[in-house]
């Protein structure tokens, strides 16, 4: 399995017979280097969104289209995206579960807001969610951005996850604070992986809290396009 950051909540992953993009904001990304983009999105299989805001969802359809493969998240979104944008679309909801070749996709809840920005204002794109992704008996949980969340504990009873990445940058996700009481209260996590900082002067720059907050797991900070190998 590799797991490679994108720049802010944009990663590439690597896992069973899926490559799979998530939430791939590669335009306008001040962390992504454009003229690295093919190398981004290489023999990706499909590309998964957690909401509608314009830094997680903003290229997913015109990669979509540019690469010939599926997006898959929440109903309403990818049903109004395959109507307007032509895509090719998977749309379930929270709950349900989508199999990727020999990989499983569940959607989870994350509580946050979902849009996208419309001439008269904000336009609802249906719910905020994340993902639990499944393969051979290991699983990532991918937070979205989300706040903590009592969810969290059956989360962990159900899906049981090694590997969690967790917006952990503040204001409009959890902090590292909030990320650590999260992962020390509701998981068993082995790696952690934290994402949504160091995009903008306004979010965390650092992970160190994170680090500090939970010895015994192995905390990476990710490096654009380098490849992490669990």
């Known amino acids: 399995m590799n797991i490679t950051w994108l720049g802010h909540s944009s990663f590439r992953i690597e896992i069973g017979d899926q490559i799979l993009l998530i939430d791939p904001w590669l335009v306008g990304n001040p962390m992504f280097p454009e003229d690295r983009k093919d190398e981004a999105i290489s023999g990706a299989t499909h590309i998964l969104v957690s909401h509608g805001h314009d830094d997680h969802s903003g290229n997913a359809a015109d990669l979509a289209k540019e690469l010939n493969i599926p997006v898959v998240g929440i109903y309403d979104l990818i049903t109004w995206w395959q109507e307007a944008k032509g895509i090719n679309g998977i749309g379930f909801n929270k709950g349900g579960t989508v199999t990727l070749g020999n990989v499983r996709v569940t959607l989870v809840n994350a509580v946050h807001s979902s849009s996208v920005s419309g001439k008269n204002g904000p336009v ?107």
Request: charged share 20%.
């Open 124 to 230: 609802y794109t249906g719910a905020e969610g994340g993902f639990m992704i499944e393969h051979a008996g290991r699983t990532i949980y991918f937070s979205g951005d989300t706040d903590v969340m009592a969810d969290m504990g059956w989360f962990n009873e159900l899906h049981r996850p090694e590997i969690g990445i967790l917006a952990a940058g503040g204001h409009f996700t959890m902090d590292m604070k909030r990320a650590t009481f999260a992962a020390r209260k509701f998981f068993d996590f082995k790696t952690v992986i934290p994402c949504h900082y160091r995009t903008f002067p306004l979010l965390a720059q650092s992970a160190e809290l994170l680090k500090e907050g939970l010895p015994g797991v192995n905390v990476i900070e990710p490096e654009v396009l380098e490849p992490i190998a669990l």
